[in-house]
């Protein structure tokens, strides 16, 4: 019986997702296609836990943000606490992470892909952005269909004692 009503539940939510407005995933799409990596910050998550966040952009506009394992494979949403721990002595670790994101940055985006669906909220759309079939990141778009931002993502990159670039970005 229990089984029914998560089958219930998902495929409910499944049909909300859907929607009929092709315009929104073809914003989202085109979008997507412009997202480049614009920097990333080392988020703390316990007292010798640290989270690679990785914000993504387009024109110096952040509008997505995931997390990244220590070899930058995307981390599925929600599943951020298994994600490996990246720094276990900030100040020894923070040199190597530096050139490990300044090597592999670029190649962040590459297996990320953008899902067949969207969900409609208050203030707008959500499109997902998926890493081997899991949402690792979410792109918001207001009701004008133009992508909004979070301004905590900037602010979290000025905290963090790692970050990359080391010079603070240029963000609209």
């Not at 494979?73 to 994101?101: F, H, K, Y």
């Not at 909004?148 to 990359?164: G, M």
């Amino acid at each position: 019986m229990r089984c029914w009503a998560v089958m219930l539940v998902v495929a409910g939510a499944a049909g909300l997702a859907q929607s009929s407005d092709p315009a929104v995933l073809d914003r989202c799409q085109a979008i997507f296609q412009t997202l480049r990596p614009q920097f990333a910050y080392a988020e703390r998550a316990a007292p010798q836990r640290f989270l690679v966040r990785v914000v993504l952009g387009s024109d110096d506009f952040p509008v997505s943000r995931i997390t990244v394992n220590i070899d930058l494979t995307p981390v599925p949403l929600g599943l951020e606490e298994i994600a490996v721990v990246v720094l276990e002595r900030p100040v020894q670790d923070a040199v190597r992470l530096r050139n490990q994101l300044a090597r592999r940055f670029a190649n962040v985006l590459q297996n990320i892909n953008l899902g067949n669906w969207y969900v409609v909220e208050p203030r707008g759309y959500r499109c997902f952005l998926t890493f081997q079939g899991r949402v690792v990141g979410v792109l918001v778009l207001g009701r004008n269909l133009e992508p909004l931002s979070d301004p905590r993502w900037l602010a979290a990159y000025q905290r963090s004692p790692v970050r990359f670039p080391a010079e603070e970005p240029t963000v609209r």
